[in-house]
């Protein structure tokens, strides 16, 4: 069971965004910046291209509303996407609020938040996903 199956079932805690009956969207505990998102399926896939044709355009679908909100909810000109797939051996795709481009740069420093902020940063997400 990877990491991110552990906080969709409440083993571990994480920042819920958003989900449906396929798909799960928290927040980075390692973000780049503020509102950075990661949205999961719940069925445990290593890599996001062993995802089947019909869940794989679902996942990015559910990503685009979680983008929406994420837009609304927090100060940016555009919601980056990446698909990395090296840190969890299980499918992701990570949604980046960008100022800037240099904002969706991984090696940069990233940020420390309290739970209150990620706390507060997720019910603002949560609040504007339709």
């Given at each position: 069971m990877t990491v991110f199956?552990?906080?969709i079932a409440g083993e571990i805690p994480g920042y819920t965004v958003a989900e449906n009956t396929d798909f799960y969207a928290f927040l980075d505990i390692n973000p780049l910046v503020k509102g950075h998102t990661l949205v999961v399926p719940?069925?445990?896939a290593d890599y996001i291209y062993?995802?089947?044709d019909r869940m794989a355009g679902e996942m990015f679908v559910f990503s685009k509303r979680v983008a929406k909100?994420?837009?609304k909810a927090i100060p940016c000109k555009r919601?980056?996407?990446a698909v990395i797939g090296l840190e969890v051996p299980h499918a992701h795709i990570h949604l980046i609020p960008l100022n800037q481009e240099s904002d969706m740069i991984f090696s940069n420093p990233k940020l420390k938040l309290t739970s209150e902020e990620f706390q507060n940063i997720a019910s603002a997400i949560a609040s504007r996903f339709e």
């Open positions: 199956s552990k906080i719940k069925k445990e062993d995802l089947d909100a994420i837009q919601v980056g996407i």
